[in-house]
């Protein structure tokens, strides 16, 4: 059952969190110490500085510590612990891979549409330009 507790926290996390790793991580606080108390605020500061200097994103890379961490301390054997990263780290990531995919859809329907090109056209000189100012 806490696989599928895991899988939603971070499932809704990654589904309501737009700004990056790094706007994750105080609704992940909220959610694991707070709201479920899977772990401490000491844990999950150390957590929160492992995954800084681990390379990837932060939210994945903490997401990924915190499933490992949450099975280990409900007693689950080292396997299991793997398996719980690796819920945590697919929950947090599939909102975003599903949307992508849908934008995908949407772009073959829409692409050879005369309204959708003239879009198109206008937005590659402006990312350019957002591009060339950054």
């Known amino acids: 059952m806490i696989y599928l507790e895991l899988f939603l926290t971070f499932f809704l996390i990654g589904m309501f969190t737009i700004g990056g790793g790094y706007s994750m991580l105080p609704l992940i606080q909220n959610q694991v110490v707070n709201v479920h108390g899977w772990i401490d605020e000491t844990t999950f500061t150390d957590i929160v500085a492992i995954s800084q200097m681990t390379p990837g994103p932060i939210g994945i890379n903490s997401a ?22 690796f819920t945590a780290t697919f929950a947090v ?29 206008g937005l590659k000189p402006a990312t350019l330009g957002l591009v060339g100012t950054a």
Not at 64 to 85: D, F, H, K, M, R
Request: hydrophobic fraction near 45%.
């Open 64 to 85: 990924t510590y915190i499933g490992y961490q949450v099975l280990l301390n409900s007693g689950a054997p080292e396997a299991l612990c793997i398996l719980g990263s």
């Open 93 to 121: 990531v599939l909102p975003s891979f599903i949307i992508v995919l849908l934008l995908c859809k949407v772009y073959e329907k829409w692409r050879d549409h005369y309204l959708f090109k003239g879009v198109m056209t």
